[in-house]
């Protein structure tokens, strides 16, 4: 990082240090996020940006600012750099002095800290501006679970904000402070999830003839359904299939009426995913058929199913000569191994060419630990990362 930089950043330091203490004392959840969206648009305005929509995929926040030369001309000179805002259902532990106000939920993901620098380089850049064109700056509601980064897209994001590249960013427990990663290709993997039905006949347990025993029919899908990721995806291709609910029954004389189980699957391409889902249908509707019993397979919500989260490759490159302009070559790792779990800017690179890097944060719990805490030793690294980026996609 060169010595102006780093110095402009030291300075904003503490302030954001602050900001991001406030944002952990009042965590919200999902698309609930009435204070947090209120001071990042606020914020953003006070920094003096060109424009600051708010609403967006309910409670999204999408600020923008001109470079040197005013607003870009089209979509070659426009970067989109995303950050989430929400938190998690989780009581916290930790014993800090910013510990949550807000019993019961906490920023145990660390988007308080992702908000956080990204509003440090919305700080910082609109002071300089020294870039050619227009960033995007997205801050997404509902990251964990509810699909707020396609939330914005359905509000029509790339249409009223087109952009040649979309970044994001997430903090790494374990990743020391100061180094970075990122994940050549897919970075994270897909995530979806089923309830299962099983429809039987309830009767007394003396007289099973007299009724359709769905718990039979269950235990056969359970096992059946473990052939899917040993026998039917391909040995080289990743995936995960768990049950990791039965409900049924209470008493020691009754066969229920029916199972509902729940299932989630994930995998590093969509085309696995489709798979794994046309197998669990197929597995439950001839295990029904052999019981005589109608099985139903739904979503158990609003929320779509989450794609793999994969690099572009020329944006893999843009984003290691951000990091290793920030943290030295010898601090940014390219072959950080993909994790089975999921994320929901997946949506948008999905839409938009773009890169998805982790930032060190530490020696701290792990992510969703109820003593975890964002690590704020990451902040000058963070914000200088997104400063990198800006200067790198809308070079003057
Ligand atoms: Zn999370
Ligand atoms: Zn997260």
């Known amino acids: 990082m060169n010595a102006p930089l780093k110095n402009s950043i030291a300075a904003l330091v503490p302030e954001l240090t602050e900001w991001r203490h406030d944002f952990h004392r009042f965590p919200e959840l999902q698309y609930e996020l009435g204070r947090t969206a209120a001071l990042v648009a606020k914020r953003l305005r006070d920094f003096g940006f060109d424009e600051v929509h708010e609403g967006i995929g309910k409670t999204g926040v999408v600020g923008l600012l001109h470079g040197a030369s005013g607003a870009a001309a089209d979509e070659d000179k426009r970067v989109l750099l995303r ?24 920023h145990a993901c660390g988007h308080d800290g ?22 995007v700056f997205c801050f997404q509601p509902a990251e964990e679970g509810g699909a707020g980064a396609q939330a914005m897209i359905d509000d029509g994001l790339f249409e009223r904000f087109p952009v040649k590249g979309v970044y994001g960013l997430h903090n790494w427990p374990s990743m020391p402070i100061g180094h970075f990663g990122l994940a050549r290709g897919p970075a994270m993997a897909s995530a979806d999830r089923v309830d299962i039905t099983v429809k039987g006949y309830g009767g007394h347990g003396a007289m099973p003839h007299r009724a359709r025993d769905p718990i039979i029919a269950a235990a056969e899908i359970v096992l059946a359904a473990q052939t899917i990721v040993s026998r039917v995806v391909d040995p080289l291709e990743p995936a995960v299939l768990s049950i990791t609910s039965i409900n049924a029954g209470h008493a020691y004389n009754v066969i229920p ?17 489709k798979l794994i889902e046309a197998e669990l249908r197929r597995i439950c509707a001839g295990v029904g058929a052999a019981h005589g019993m109608e099985v139903v397979i739904s ?24 990091m ?7 601090q940014v790792r390219d072959d950080v191994k993909p994790v089975m779990g999921s994320e929901d800017f997946s949506f948008m690179l999905r839409r938009v060419p773009g890169a998805y890097i982790f930032i060190g944060n530490g020696d701290t719990a792990p992510v969703h630990h109820p003593k975890y805490d964002f690590n704020d030793q990451a902040i000058p690294y963070g914000v200088a990362y997104w400063v990198e980026i800006a200067r790198r996609t809308l070079p003057r």
Request: proline share 9%; net charge negative; glycine share 8%.
């Open 299 to 322: 979503r158990p919500d609003g929320s779509p199913p989450y794609p793999p989260t994969v690099n572009h490759p020329a944006e893999t490159e843009i984003a290691l000569g951000a």
């Open 83 to 106: 950050a989430d805002m929400d938190a998690l259902p989780i009581l916290e532990m930790g014993a800090t002095d910013h510990v949550s106000e807000n019993k019961g939920c906490m």
């Open 114 to 135: 992702h908000t956080t620098l990204l509003l440090g380089a919305a700080k910082h850049l609109s002071e300089t501006r020294d870039f050619d064109g227009t960033l």
């Open 257 to 273: 009426d029916s199972v509902v189980m729940r299932a989630g699957f994930r995998a590093f391409s969509e085309e696995v995913a």
């Open 324 to 330: 290793r302009a920030v943290a030295g070559p010898e």
